[in-house]
């Protein structure tokens, strides 16, 4: 995990996507958010072996590729999961067969979209926070 790396954000929705961008922005991290709208342009972007993200935050159900094919892809596949990306769910639908899914595949959160501003800030400083105090075994290559 390059806690200096991007922060993947795979949405479809303009929406969302415009209401995480400003959250992002309030927030001023100091990490690029890159966007994507599907799971494959996402997936295109991360095979790029100079790219290491910081996380990737994406929603479960996207066109061409869904989020939880994706994990598994990025997963199952040696040059990316070596990369050690926390991969995290954030849904405006939830349930439990969805949720069970996501963690059968080693997903490294599952979080609902909020509603207002105020908490969907919250929500994404506490996963910021927390994966910026996580230690991941690439972490110590460059040590």
Known sequence: MNKEGPIIIIEDDVDDR?????????????????FFEDGVSALEYLRDDK?????????????????????KMVQTN????????????????????TVYNAYTMSAQGFFVKPDSFDKLKHTVNVMIMYWRECYSPNYFEDK
């Open 78 to 97: 040696d040059s990316l999961s070596v990369k050690c990306i926390p991969y995290l769910f954030f849904s405006t639908h939830v349930d439990k067969n």
């Open 51 to 71: 790219i290491y993200p910081f996380l990737i935050l994406s929603d479960i159900n996207l066109p061409k590729l869904s989020g939880l094919e994706l994990k």
């Open 18 to 34: 415009n209401f995480l961008s400003a959250v992002f922005t309030d927030l001023n991290y100091g990490n690029e958010i890159v």
